[in-house]
């Protein structure tokens, strides 16, 4: 299904519907398979959700297979999952991959040019993408969990700086550190209405879904399994659910 990734409004109570639109499920394990891929799109067509992603050998196959999805729609990662190719290969791939029309792309950022301070590095890195990707959205992982605050910050200012849609907090490749809703109100807080945030990295229950969404994060990159996991909670909780009913405590952030 061809089209750029689009966001619905934001609501006080969300139906199945909205929760399955704002995930994009994946299939990213080492050992991940045709199979792997066919069955996280028989759960998106089935569900509705926003965009899915999986291996770049998939693509071609995934393309075909989302051809009559009414919703769900396709996206890329560019540089994934840890953002240190050269930024020409990130760019190569990019041209590669347009020739799929894409809805959506995704880069990661070079943390460890981050972390050095060499943000010229990081900046001409996003915007080479972003100049390759044209009205495309684009996502730029920042792997918020290796970050101190500060850092986050700056990693926000740089990727808007460089053009992106959209600041997204990880890869889900760092072992055992899930984004936090911490991590999410620092982005919140730094962002404003200058980009849209997707959370991604740790997001496996519904609690902390709808916790997230409600302070801000609009999409969610989440493992197949968990999308299907999270789905059942909303049946569990009749189909929809009351976000003045989610309470954050203060302890959380």
């Not at 801000?216 to 909670?233: D, M, P, Q, T, V």
């Amino acid at each position: 299904m061809k089209g750029i990734l689009t966001e619905r409004p934001r609501k006080e109570i969300l139906t199945k519907d909205d929760i399955a639109y704002m995930m994009d499920p994946s299939v990213l394990k080492l050992d991940t398979t045709i199979h792997d891929v066919e069955h996280m799109v028989d759960v998106c067509k089935k569900y509705g959700c926003g965009t899915c992603f999986c291996w770049p050998c998939y693509y071609e196959e995934l393309v075909e297979l989302l051809e009559d999805a009414e919703v769900t729609k396709f996206g890329t990662s560019l540089g994934f999952p840890t953002g240190q190719e050269k930024t020409e290969t990130k760019v190569f791939l990019a041209n590669q991959f347009n020739a799929l029309e894409p809805a959506t792309n995704d880069m990661s950022m070079n943390v460890g040019w981050l972390k050095a301070g060499r943000y010229d590095l990081v900046l001409n890195d996003i915007k080479a993408v972003r100049e390759a990707t044209p009205g495309v959205p684009l996502k730029v992982i920042m792997e918020v969990m290796l970050l101190t605050d500060d850092e986050i910050r700056k990693a926000c200012e740089l990727s808007i700086e460089g053009g992106a849609d959209y600041v997204k907090t990880g890869s889900g490749f760092s072992v055992g550190q899930p984004t936090t809703l911490h991590h999410v109100k620092v982005i919140a807080d730094t962002i404003g209405d200058r980009a849209k945030l997707k959370v991604a990295g740790g997001v496996r229950d519904l609690d902390t879904l709808l916790k997230m969404y409600k302070l801000g994060a609009c999409r969610f990159g989440i493992g197949c399994a968990s999308a299907e996991a999270i789905l059942a909670e909303v049946d569990a909780m009749g189909g929809s659910v009351d976000l003045n009913s989610i309470v954050i405590d203060e302890s959380e952030l």
